[in-house]
T-cell receptor, first 114, second 114 residues
Framework: DQQVKQNSPSLSVQEGRISILNCDYT??????FLWYKKYPAEGPTFLIS?????DKNEDGRFTVFLNKSAKHLSLHIVPSQPGDSAVYFC?????????????FGKGTLLTVNP | EPEVTQTPSHQVTQMGQEVILRCVPI?????FYWYRQILGQKVEFLVS????????KSEIFDDQFSVERPDGSNFTLKIRSTKLEDSAMYFC????????????FGQGTRLTVV
């Protein structure tokens, strides 16, 4: 039951270029979305989030776009840096109610080449 | 910067043995979670804990699992009788509020059941 899907297991980009990581979801109850970054042997680190009342949220080099009608979100990293090389997880949540959990996608391994 | 700490970083145990994974959440956080990631798979929610009781648990969190907050700082996950399929990275997380916004994750405990 993949409620959150990251269909690209890996992505390779050149330093300085844009990285675009994609995520799709199937559960229409999700209304809060997060991106986490994970380095090997470390836990996921929060990057950026977006509520369903917005379609864009920006934080420095990171921008998340949400298309509710398509149940799709994307993370843009501009410009990409070698230190951005990591696994990126998309996660979704129901804001409020009795739902306390994050539902994760399988992750996309981003490699930024110098 | 405050962080979630987990011990041990790696635990090897024999099938059928009990294990306790330990976590120290961020001190002013109120909500605590355990997630796990089997090698090559997605991060999966196990359980959330608030006000000294389980607030939500997944179907993975069966009678073999239990959580406890024995004092004001520690949060533990116990697996009573480990199975081979329990081998995974176990992540503890905490957040200041109930809606999983910006949950902070520990570095994980790699559990290997032999």
């Amino acid at each position: 039951d993949q409620q959150v899907k990251q269909n690209s297991p890996s992505l390779s980009v050149q330093e300085g270029r844009i990285s675009i990581l994609n995520c799709d979801y199937t559960n229409s109850m999700f209304d809060y979305f997060l991106w986490y970054k994970k380095y090997p042997a470390e836990g996921p680190t929060f990057l950026i989030s977006i509520s369903s009342i917005k379609d864009k949220n920006e934080d420095g080099r990171f921008t998340v776009f949400l298309n509710k009608s398509a149940k799709h979100l994307s993370l843009h990293i501009v410009p990409s840096q070698p230190g951005d090389s990591a696994v990126y997880f998309c996660a979704a949540s129901v804001f409020g109610g009795s739902n306390y959990k994050l539902t994760f996608g399988k992750g996309t391994l981003l490699t930024v080449n110098p | 910067e405050p962080e979630v700490t987990q011990t041990p970083s790696h635990q090897v145990t024999q099938m059928g043995q009990e294990v306790i994974l330990r976590c120290v959440p961020i001190s002013n956080h109120l909500y605590f979670y355990w997630y796990r990631q089997i090698l090559g798979q997605k991060v999966e929610f196990l359980v959330s804990f608030y006000n000294n009781e389980i607030s939500e648990k997944s179907e993975i969190f069966d009678d073999q699992f239990s959580v406890e907050r024995p004092d004001g700082s520690n949060f533990t996950l116990k697996i009573r009788s480990t199975k081979l399929e329990d081998s995974a990275m176990y992540f503890c997380a905490s957040s200041p509020n109930r809606v999983n916004t910006e949950a902070f994750f520990g570095q994980g405990t790699r559990l290997t059941v032999v």
